[in-house]
């Protein structure tokens, strides 16, 4: 199996964790935004080639590699639906991300204010969830991990005062697979 994509991206990231704990062989492929759009027809990362199998989507990646290890993805209408939940939260702090960097003011722009008001219930949301601290961890509670420790790490969201999600966090954060995919700072 070859995964394409970048160290800091919280999708690839979960995408490593998943391909570590199920043990398979695999080789990560670090690529640039540059060559993810001319490899994969949705211009992102990650991706994944294992013989005549080309994903484009991390959901679907992740439903392969647990597929193909004989482990459990998703396997509830609501770990389903937190997971779902954590993408469109990810989803709004990565396009604000960008946007800002593109010199968007936030504040300005009706849609990007709802945008910002999804992330903050969003979080309000998580803080109430009850969450393993130790593994083995659903692939819902490691998106949102990804998601909690990416957006720290680009200062895109606040977790102060969630002692919850802090708790959660400070747990995964020994847990082997998603300490050595820690974004290079």
Request: hydrophobic share 40%; with cysteine; proline share 5%.
């Amino acid at each position: 199996m070859k995964l394409y994509g970048s160290y800091t991206s919280p999708f690839v990231r979960h995408c490593r964790i998943a391909l570590m704990e199920s043990g398979q062989d695999f080789e990560f492929i670090e690529t640039d935004h540059a060559s993810s759009a001319l490899q994969s027809p949705t211009k992102r990362v990650p991706f994944l080639q294992h013989g005549e199998t080309f994903l484009t989507d991390s959901s679907a990646i992740l439903f392969y590699i647990r597929q193909q290890a004989g482990q459990p993805y998703l396997s509830t209408p609501a770990e389903l639906d937190m997971f779902c939940m954590v993408n469109t939260a990810l989803d709004s702090t990565i396009n604000l991300f960008f946007l800002e960097k593109d010199g968007v003011d936030l504040n300005a722009v009706t849609y990007t204010q709802r945008q910002a008001a999804r992330i903050n219930s969003s979080i309000a949301q998580f803080e109430q969830l009850t969450l393993r601290d130790s593994a083995p961890y659903s692939d819902s509670e490691l998106r949102l991990a990804c998601y909690l420790d990416w957006g720290l790490f680009r200062n895109r969201i606040n977790i102060d005062q969630c002692a919850n999600l802090k708790s959660f966090l400070s747990g995964i954060a020994k847990y082997a697979p998603f300490a050595s995919t820690k974004p290079p700072q």
